[in-house]
């Protein structure tokens, strides 16, 4: 076959070929495409969905397609829905959305934009997460390391450690300075050694405060744990007793004595000097004291004073600095007890307020081992009361040596 004839031949294929192509093309279009290519918006870009508080904010970009009219999101597999219609412009536009009205946990949304033609974009999908009462429920407080009144009259509050993503943001304070003005102070948290003054802060009151969380940094809405009350330690000693520490005394021999007022002394606690003396000693530069060297016992001995006036209701801590070889076979005991009338004697110790026993530990005769500590007990008033505060000793005389202590000084504290 001739060269001419041959390439005529392939030609005549290749246009057979694309007409059968072209056919069939024709036909899937008529079957399938009756009304023409299927024309498909511009898609929405950079979509971004904000957690809240029983809603979420979309957001995403026009970048194209200037014929763009609106778009649908949908949710809840598509039962729910909302149409917002968007004006373009030259530019890049932004889609700004807040759905409410959503129950907690992950949401899967879809967004589809739509021109003017009604032609409808390939969706968007993504999730995101919804928070309510269930989050808000789990929310709890930072905690309160310390708190306690300086001498300056402010209130030193020492905040807990968290951890940088707990999602807290900052703790409101509700608290009465010393002219009864309220306050409402916003405190910025950080993660550690976070510390608040809170200046001329009134004694004896309580701060409230509550913490705010977001559940993610980009969350559109702040979470707020309940309001709580906590105490502020404060050392109300000068205000409700005298003659704390060193001791002054009433009636004195040279070394023993007896406490000056408003120290109360009952007979049994005065061991020395024939029952003239005791419960003071000017050893330690004036203490309270007893000895019982010399077979000079003390039992159901009592030193006391009463509150001033009435104590708030609340919680107190007894706090007092002693040194003592009292030996195993006797007590000492730091005692509180409602009323103004005094402390109970030892039979009767479980009505009183609250108590704690001196070290005992010396040996029977001896005078080790012994100790110097400081020894606290707390009380709780559910009402205002004067309180006595007060030592109770039942101490065996065991001649040389016995049983011996000094207390240096009693505070009170309301916490």
């Known amino acids: 076959m001739k060269p001419y004839k041959i390439i005529s031949y392939y ?13 069939k093309m024709d036909d899937y ?48 597999s598509k039962q729910d829905s909302i149409e917002t219609p968007v004006t373009r412009t ?37 999730a995101g997460n919804v928070y309510g009462s269930l989050y808000q429920s789990s929310l709890i407080n930072r905690g309160i390391a310390k708190a306690e009144l300086q001498t300056d009259g402010s209130a030193l509050i020492n905040w807990a450690d968290v951890n940088a993503d707990d999602g807290l943001l900052s703790m409101q304070i509700k608290y009465t300075d010393v002219t009864n003005k309220q306050h409402d102070t916003l405190i910025a948290s950080l993660p550690t050694a976070l510390s608040t003054s809170l200046p001329r802060f009134k004694a004896g009151s309580v701060i409230s405060y509550r913490t705010a969380f977001k559940p993610n940094k980009t969350a559109i809405d702040t979470f707020y744990a309940d309001y709580q009350d906590h105490s502020v330690k404060a050392d109300v000693t000068s205000i409700y007793l005298s003659n704390t520490g060193p001791f002054q005394r009433d009636s004195f021999d040279g070394r023993w004595g007896t406490l000056a007022a408003p120290w109360i002394t009952n007979a049994a606690a005065k061991n020395k000097d024939g029952g003239t003396n005791g419960g003071y000693s000017s050893d330690g530069g004036g203490t309270i004291n007893w000895e019982t060297w010399n077979n000079t016992p003390v039992v159901n001995g009592i030193v006391y004073q009463a509150t001033s006036s009435p104590l708030p209701a609340g919680n107190y801590i007894v706090s007092f600095d002693s040194y003592s070889e009292v030996q195993s076979n006797s007590s000492v005991y730091c005692v509180a007890a409602a009323g103004g009338s005094g402390i109970p004697v030892l039979a009767n110790l479980s009505t009183a307020l609250g108590s704690v026993n001196m070290f005992n530990g010396a040996s029977v005769g001896g005078t080790s081992p012994n100790s110097r500590e400081v020894k606290t007990f707390t009380f709780t008033l559910a009402t205002p009361q004067v309180v006595s505060i007060g030592f109770l000793g039942n101490i065996v005389g065991n001649g040389n040596p016995g049983s011996y202590f000094t207390v240096f000084n009693i505070k009170l504290f309301k916490n």
Request: hydrophobic share 40%; net charge positive; proline share 7%.
């Open 11 to 23: 030609l005549l294929m290749l246009t057979a070929f694309v007409m059968s192509a072209c056919t």
């Open 29 to 76: 279009k008529k079957k399938y495409e009756p009304n023409g290519p299927i024309i498909y918006p511009g898609k929405l870009d950079s979509v971004q969905v904000f957690s809240g508080r029983n809603r979420v904010l979309l957001t995403g970009l026009f970048t194209s397609d200037p014929k763009i009219v609106k778009y649908r999101v949908y949710w809840n």
């Open 90 to 126: 030259s530019g890049v536009d932004t889609a700004k959305l807040f759905i409410p009205n959503l129950p907690e946990g992950i949401m899967t949304f879809e967004i589809r934009t739509y021109d003017n033609e009604g032609h409808v974009s390939i969706p968007v999908t993504l």
